[in-house]
Nanobody
Framework: QVQLVESGGGLVQPGGSLRLSCAAS????????MGWYRQAPGKQRELVAG???????NYTDSVKGRFTISRDGAKNTVYLQMNSLKPEDTAVYYC???????????????WGQGTQVTVSS
């Protein structure tokens, strides 16, 4: 089994910053990629940012220059630093991890429980 624990969401004013964290633990052989998705009310879940095991990153256009994804391989943790937040960034943010499991050596992806980010004055 693999567990993902997210933290760092909350309420922030426009222009403010938040940092999300997601720690993966359990039956992990190796991590292929980690990412953050978000889902706003009435909208589909979308990829915000992703990072591969070798450090390659990608971002959705709306957050480029404002958000930074990073990872700590030793801790199996991914971070999302969000600066210059806008009301349209309001959503539930979900961590996703693509990994190879120990023992079974099956490749699966797992989701965090989600953390609410609200940008409002």
């Amino acid at each position: 089994q693999v567990q993902l624990v997210e933290s760092g969401g909350g309420l922030v004013q426009p222009g403010g910053s938040l940092r999300l964290s997601c720690a993966a633990s359990g039956s992990i052989f190796s991590i292929v990629a980690m990412g953050w998705y978000r889902q706003a009310p009435g909208k589909q879940r979308e990829l915000v940012a992703g990072i591969t095991s070798n450090g390659n990153t990608n971002y959705t256009d709306s957050v480029k220059g404002r958000f930074t994804i990073s990872r700590d391989g030793a801790k199996n943790t991914v971070y999302l630093q969000m600066n210059s937040l806008k009301p349209e960034d309001t959503a539930v943010y979900y961590c996703n991890v693509d990994l190879w499991q120990q023992r079974t050596l099956l490749r699966n992806d797992y989701w965090g429980q989600g953390t609410q980010v609200t940008v409002s004055s």
